[in-house]
């Protein structure tokens, strides 16, 4: 079976999964308040107290309410037997994608591809195991620099950052997911911003004693400094450096890590030499 009727069945089974998760749980709309309807007239002490506070809790409410989002989606239950179909057509996927025609297929589908991504968030929060099968699709396309192009989204680049963000203490699938975003680093087209690079710096704390999970955050950091050095001196501020000189105390004796590691500070030290602000765009 080629992968794009593989895509094809994974879709439309996507497709019939999230609509039936959002008609199991129907949320009845709330009747609106007086205060919704007419608004209120508050006095100006009140008006410049409430946006001082809104501009105090902004970074704090946005990661409230995304945390909170993923603790929600992980209690969301799909049947099993949707599940294990689901994987099944992704390892399929996976296998094809490793081949130069498979590939290419895959290029000329990019729409459907796209769709699949969309819909993929929920069921890659809610169960580890697609978590796992769609890291592994992401990490072998994007590592071919034909299928990468087209790959490419910013979804695609989005749900492999979700998926470690929700497993970063699991490390069989927070692996795949640093090899897939360490792929996808390679894409020139990447728009990387602070909050990226400050998400990223934190996901080797939850299991930074395991050789393989620091080696692939350093690969991820080794390849985003070297393809996008404005994203250096960002790493610096964040205590990039600091870390990886702890790491390297603790895991040098392992050589891939030692080396992933001493290539990270090389990169990295264009953050001290630049002598330039940073300019990535805040999202």
């Excluded at 599940?83 to 589908?109: H, N, S, V, Y």
């Excluded at 099968?133 to 071919?144: E, F, H, K, P, Q």
């Excluded at 390849?223 to 990886?244: C, K």
């Amino acid at each position: 079976m080629d992968n794009s009727l593989s895509l094809l069945l994974l879709l439309d089974l996507l497709r019939r999964m999230t609509r039936s998760e959002s008609i199991a749980s129907p949320s009845p709309p709330r009747p609106p308040t007086v205060e919704e309807l007419f608004g209120s007239i508050p006095s100006r002490e009140e008006e410049e107290q409430q946006q001082e506070e809104e501009v105090e809790e902004k970074d704090r409410e946005r990661e409230s309410l995304q945390v909170t989002a993923r603790r929600f989606a992980r209690h969301r239950k799909f049947a099993e037997v949707d599940i294990q179909a689901l994987c099944a057509e992704t390892k399929r996927l996976i296998d094809d994608a490793t081949t130069p025609t498979g590939a290419a297929r895959f290029a000329r589908m990019a729409p459907e591809l796209d769709t699949a991504i969309s819909l993929l968030e929920p069921v890659c929060v809610a169960d580890p195991r697609v978590a796992l099968c769609v890291s592994a699709l992401i990490a072998n396309l994007a590592a071919n620099p034909e299928s990468r192009g087209q790959l490419y989204s910013a979804a695609v680049w989005d749900l492999a950052l979700l998926i470690a963000q929700t497993y970063m203490t699991e490390p069989t699938v927070l692996l795949r997911a640093l090899v897939a975003l360490s792929n996808l680093a390679c894409e020139q087209s990447l728009l990387v911003t602070r909050e990226h690079c400050q998400v990223l710096s934190r996901l080797i704390f939850p299991l930074h004693t395991e050789p393989r999970i620091v080696e692939a955050w350093a690969t991820l950091i080794c390849n985003l400094t070297a393809y996008h050095r404005e994203t250096s001196q960002v790493f610096v501020e964040f205590g990039v450096v600091e870390v990886l000189q702890r790491l390297l105390l603790y895991l040098g004796e392992d050589s891939r890590c030692a080396v992933r590691g001493l290539q990270c500070l090389v990169n990295l030290a264009m953050g001290f030499t630049s002598g330039q602000p940073p300019v990535l765009p805040l999202s």
